[in-house]
């Protein structure tokens, strides 16, 4: 009887010590879904407080094309905890203020950079958030990257839109 406790022991430390990684998937959430979300609070908060710059809302709206682009979002739960938290917030009120649909974004909800979506081998995710624009279901850029890059003394997401939209 012994034995067969020791071995009982034995098997259930090795099935608890499995080393095969949890492979989570990002949960695709809609503009509307996303907000209900319980701990996105921070999202709310800052797109009431962001005010799209207009004149290049205006030029957003013209030339924005919603049958040919869209927008893909990647975030996590608490992305309240960077500088970088208001980003997603002021994208999404961009695309409000421009006449964008809000069926034009996808928000994918992830635990880690590492979470499964159907853009996985498309895009690259460094850190949170990230948002990408794409064109007829290929990616162009991430919008963040390309407002960090702008030389101008506005670095806008507004001016990042336009600038890959225009291309």
Same mark, same amino acid.
């Given at each position: 009887?012994?034995?067969?406790?020791?071995? %009982?022991?034995?098997? /259930?430390? #090795?099935?608890?010590?499995?080393?095969? &990684?949890?492979?989570?998937?990002?949960?695709?959430?809609?503009?509307?879904?996303?907000?209900?979300?319980?701990?996105?609070?921070?999202?709310?908060?800052?797109?009431?407080?962001?005010?799209?710059?207009?004149?290049?809302?205006?030029?957003?709206?013209?030339?924005?094309?919603?049958?040919?682009?869209?927008?893909?979002?990647?975030?996590?739960?608490?992305?309240?905890?960077?500088d970088?938290?208001?980003? %997603?917030?002021?994208? /999404?009120? #961009?695309?409000n203020?421009?006449?964008? &649909?809000?069926?034009?974004?996808?928000?994918?909800l992830?635990?880690?950079?590492?979470?499964?979506?159907?853009?996985?081998?498309?895009?690259?995710?460094?850190?949170?958030p990230?948002?990408?624009?794409?064109?007829?279901?290929?990616?162009?850029?991430?919008?963040?990257?390309?407002?960090d890059?702008?030389?101008?003394?506005?670095?806008?997401?507004?001016?990042?839109?336009?600038?890959?939209?225009?291309?």
């Open positions: 009887m012994k034995l067969y406790k020791y071995f %009982l022991l034995l098997f /259930a430390f #090795i099935v608890a010590c499995n080393d095969t &990684p949890v492979v989570h998937n990002g949960v695709e959430h809609t503009l509307e879904s996303f907000r209900v979300e319980p701990g996105v609070s921070w999202f709310d908060l800052h797109y009431q407080e962001y005010q799209p710059i207009d004149s290049l809302c205006n030029l957003i709206e013209d030339k924005y094309d919603a049958n040919e682009y869209n927008l893909v979002m990647f975030t996590t739960y608490l992305c309240d905890c960077n970088n938290s208001t980003y %997603l917030s002021k994208i /999404a009120k #961009i695309y203020s421009c006449g964008i &649909p809000e069926s034009n974004i996808t928000i994918y992830m635990t880690s950079k590492d979470d499964e979506t159907p853009y996985k081998g498309d895009v690259v995710i460094d850190k949170f990230e948002a990408y624009l794409f064109k007829n279901g290929q990616p162009v850029a991430s919008l963040i990257s390309t407002r890059k702008l030389e101008d003394n506005v670095q806008s997401f507004e001016k990042a839109i336009l600038d890959l939209i225009s291309q």
